[in-house]
């Protein structure tokens, strides 16, 4: 029955905290002081061994338990904050004293959502025995991005490599790696334990993956910050293979691709004595400790960045793919390029945004259409794409509208593009008849004349 005046919840309240002091002071009955530590020594009086020799016995007994507390001690968690094989940039970087405080708190935000992966392939064998975890792939990071409460499960995102059983170039445009889908994936947790990673999808022009596991407690989901800047202070984040941190400070750099690389990459500029490891799939992060970024291939320090990460993973959450559309063209973008070459262009021909064509596929729609090497896409459905981000999340948001319009993959559909030729000096608008695929565009018997 309640009272009136509330009364009834001041009971409980005061319940709680009769249970609270009760709980207390069991563990303060429970509890037994240790005795001090003291370094034993023999008074100098005391001190020959032939005259007193049980004050020696004792002393070495005394001597050897000393020793012994000393050594529990010095194992325990606290003892082992100071022996650190490679210390942090945030630790010993006196370049970073300026943001040495809000870094600490971003990153130590952000490392809650991020784990590490392993992956292997069939059953081992050594002389015998056979280890069920099968033939090491690879070890990589990821990050927590959904936990759902009823089922206990967990969605991972990472990058693709986990589960990328061939890699015999490093151009990326041939389109020749090739990935295991029933690899064994364990999901390496904050705690120790480790449980199995299930997949469920990956796409392989982004080298985005996406894997399952049961857990039981809550897990932390990262904040994303869709706006990331040239210039701007960032930490890449990663695991080694005892969990511990690794962070890598540097600042975010954007330039056209080198010609074997994918054009939805954003670069990470870092000091030439930070070596950049056990990170990749791991997250590049802002002083708000909010992702910007996801490490996708640590040799050239390239991430995909977050506004083309968040595009992903909403299509693959309400479609189960990432669909995009394959243009048949390379490009690079004339804000990147040196202002010289910018200003020189605009003084010239009056022209000083857009995308250059770099190259063109062999017998696709646009080489058809007459697009060469070196004309200039200034807009693409009527808008004006300035980068090849931009260009990317394009692509992304127009599948998206392909997919909510109840249309499917492999589909063709029509792109309006604004060229500029530049060796007639024309400019045209024409439709590019173009396909929606999630598999990785592949650019094979390109053409540059």
Excluded at 196 to 202: A, F, I, M, N, R
Excluded at 313 to 321: H, I, P, Q
Aim: with cysteine; proline share 4%.
């Amino acid at each position: 029955m309640y009272d009136q005046d509330g009364s009834s919840s001041m009971v409980e309240t005061n319940g709680a905290r009769v249970d609270e002091m009760t709980k207390e002071e069991e563990e303060l009955s429970s509890f037994t002081p240790k005795s001090p530590i003291s370094k034993p020594y023999i008074p100098d009086e005391l001190n020959d061994p032939t005259v007193y020799p049980e004050v020696l016995a004792a002393f070495e007994d005394a001597q050897a338990k000393y020793i012994a507390k000393l050594c529990r001690r010095t194992a325990l968690f606290t003892s082992q904050y100071r022996r650190v094989d490679a210390p942090s940039c945030l630790f010993h970087h006196e370049h970073l004293h300026h943001i040495r405080e809000p870094a600490k708190k971003a990153v130590l935000r952000a490392a809650k959502s991020i784990i590490r992966l392993s992956s292997s392939v069939g059953a081992y064998r050594v002389v015998g025995f056979v280890f069920a975890d099968g033939e090491p792939l690879t070890n990589c990071c990821g990050l927590w991005i959904e936990w759902d409460k009823e089922s206990k499960t967990g969605t991972i995102l990472t990058t693709a490599h986990l589960i990328r059983s061939k890699h015999p170039t490093e151009n990326h445009w041939e389109g020749r790696d090739e990935y295991d889908i029933k690899a064994n994936v364990t999901v390496h947790l904050r705690d120790g334990t480790t449980a199995e990673g299930h997949y469920l999808y990956h796409q392989e022009h982004y080298d985005l993956a996406f894997f399952k596991v049961r857990v039981v407690e809550p897990v932390q989901l990262p904040s994303f910050n869709g706006s990331v800047h040239c210039g701007q202070d960032v930490f890449r984040l990663g695991r080694d293979q005892s969990m511990d941190l690794r962070i890598t400070h540097g600042r975010v750099e954007y330039w056209n691709p080198a010609s074997i690389e994918r054009y939805h990459y954003m670069y990470f500029l870092h000091e030439h004595d930070d070596c950049l490891c056990d990170d990749d799939g791991g997250t590049v992060i802002d002083l708000d400790g909010k992702v910007v970024g996801l490490i996708n291939n640590h040799l050239s320090a390239s991430f995909v960045p977050s506004s083309i990460l968040d595009n992903c993973v909403d299509l693959w959450r309400n479609f189960g793919c990432i669909p995009r559309l394959h243009l048949g063209m390379k490009f690079d973008s004339i804000r990147l390029l040196d202002p010289i070459n910018v200003e020189r262009m605009w003084r010239m021909h009056n022209i000083e945004e857009g995308l250059i064509v770099e190259k063109v596929s062999k017998e696709s729609h646009a080489e058809k259409l007459g697009i060469f090497f070196g004309d200039i896409i200034e807009c693409f459905n009527g808008e004006h794409i300035y980068t090849t981000i931009e260009l990317e999340n394009m692509l992304l948001a127009d599948c998206k509208d392909h997919f909510n319009q109840g249309k499917k993959l492999n589909a063709k559909i029509d792109v309006s593009i604004q060229v500029f030729h530049t060796d007639e000096r024309v400019r045209r608008t024409i439709n590019l008849n173009v396909e929606v695929s999630d598999h990785g565009e592949i650019q094979c018997g390109l053409t540059q004349t």
